[in-house]
């Protein structure tokens, strides 16, 4: 049982390029979040998803998009990269509910330089 | 508003003593909460959580975690500290995005250093 699965685990980008993240779970969980990680920052709440075609921002979404065409994918595309996107981002997923903990990814280190 | 505090950015603590990581929360409503522990390069894993009941929880690795209601505390401890308990650790709280969908809302993580 895989879990969620993250790709690419490394990535260093120009200023101005753009990448998707990819993420995958196999629980058949209905809902799906972005986070990003900065030292002494937590996580913030990037884009989430309740379900297949239903997607929300959350607290930092400039500078990114996701979709969600299946209940397994959801990936997160940055477009222009800049240097405040230089982060660790997280994928999670949950069956829903809130009652439940959260499955997490094992993280991309998104470098912009 | 909803959100998490951890006040202390790092823990020693010497191994074989008992450890506290604290964590206090503001939500609405009844509280969901949560601990994770991060190894270094890894994602989150999950160690406890609290939704109803027994105020004292018990979670994986020999963690506990003791909710306070009046204290709008959520502290996670160990009685006996492993230098392999070393990691950093985040509380986290169930909030509401809208009726019947929800986020985790994190602290900022404290760091925990217990020396041999």
């Known amino acids: 049982n895989a879990g969620v699965t993250q790709t690419p685990k490394f990535r260093i980008l120009k200023i101005g390029q753009s990448m998707t993240l990819q993420c995958a779970q196999d629980?058949?969980?209905?809902?799906m979040y972005w986070y990003r990680q900065d030292p002494g920052m937590g996580l913030k709440l990037i884009y989430y998803?309740?379900?297949?075609?239903?997607?929300d921002k959350g607290e930092v979404p400039n500078g990114y998009n996701v979709s969600r065409s299946t209940t397994e994918d959801f990936p997160l595309r940055l477009e222009l990269a800049a240097p405040s996107q230089t982060s660790v981002y997280f994928c999670?997923?949950?069956?829903?509910?809130?009652?439940?903990?959260?499955?997490f990814g094992q993280g991309t280190r998104l470098t912009v330089v | 508003a909803q959100s998490v505090a951890q006040p202390e950015d790092q823990v020693n603590v010497a191994e074989g003593n008992p450890l506290t990581v604290k964590c206090t929360y503001s939500?609405?409503?009844?509280?969901?909460l949560f601990w994770y522990v991060q190894y270094p390069n890894r994602g989150l894993q999950f160690l406890l959580k609290?939704?109803?009941?027994?105020?004292l929880v018990k979670g994986s690795y020999g963690f506990e975690a003791e909710f306070n209601k009046s204290q709008t505390s959520f502290h996670l401890k160990k009685p006996s500290a492993l230098v392999s308990d070393s990691a950093l650790y985040f509380c986290?709280?169930?909030?509401?995005?809208?009726?019947?969908?929800?986020?985790?809302?994190f602290g900022t993580g404290t760091r925990l250093k217990v020396l041999a």
């Open positions: 998803s309740v379900g297949a075609g239903i997607t």
């Open positions: 986290a709280v169930r909030g509401r995005i809208t009726s019947g969908t929800y986020k985790y809302i």
């Open positions: 609290y939704i109803t009941g027994d105020n």
């Open positions: 999670a997923s949950t069956p829903g509910g809130g009652n439940t903990e959260a499955f």
């Open positions: 939500v609405s409503g009844n509280p969901y």
């Open positions: 629980m058949n969980h209905n809902y």
